[in-house]
């Protein structure tokens, strides 16, 4: 079983660009599909984004349509979230999951079996 470990999130404005990472260590991360997913304050937690074992095929929520992007880079055990034309509403913090039983999760969080730890996430107007 794979270890996650997400990093790059902070305090930045509306309007700027962030891109979350999510190493993976224990097993080759090429045997798992990986999506994002963020909780913000009060609210339950949501997808964001998916992606396959592969990294060739990607899902991405309406709300962050067109603005972030998710990628997988299976030579470096690593999953991307970048993170364009942030707005307030994005505040959050950012859970990267992996799926060893489906070649492509979606946005079920019930199809993840490891989580990482979360990285946050303020935008501020």
């Known amino acids: 079983q794979v270890q996650l470990v997400e990093s790059g999130g902070g305090l930045v404005q509306a309007g700027d660009s962030l891109r979350l990472s999510c190493a993976a260590s224990?097993?080759?991360?090429?045997?798992?599909?990986a999506g994002w997913f963020r909780q913000a304050p009060g609210k339950e937690r949501e997808f964001v984004a998916a992606i396959d074992r592969s990294g060739g095929s990607t899902y991405v929520a309406d709300s962050v349509k067109g603005r972030f992007a998710i990628t997988k880079d299976n030579a470096k055990n690593t999953v991307y979230l970048q993170m364009n034309s942030l707005k307030p509403e994005d505040t959050a913090v950012y859970y990267c999951?992996?799926?060893?039983?489906?070649?492509?999760?979606?946005?079920?969080?019930?199809?993840?079996?490891?989580w990482g730890q979360g990285t946050h996430l303020t935008v501020s107007s």
């Open positions: 224990g097993r080759t991360f090429s045997s798992y599909a």
């Open positions: 999951a992996a799926s060893s039983s489906a070649y492509f999760a979606g946005t079920s969080s019930t199809l993840y079996d490891v």
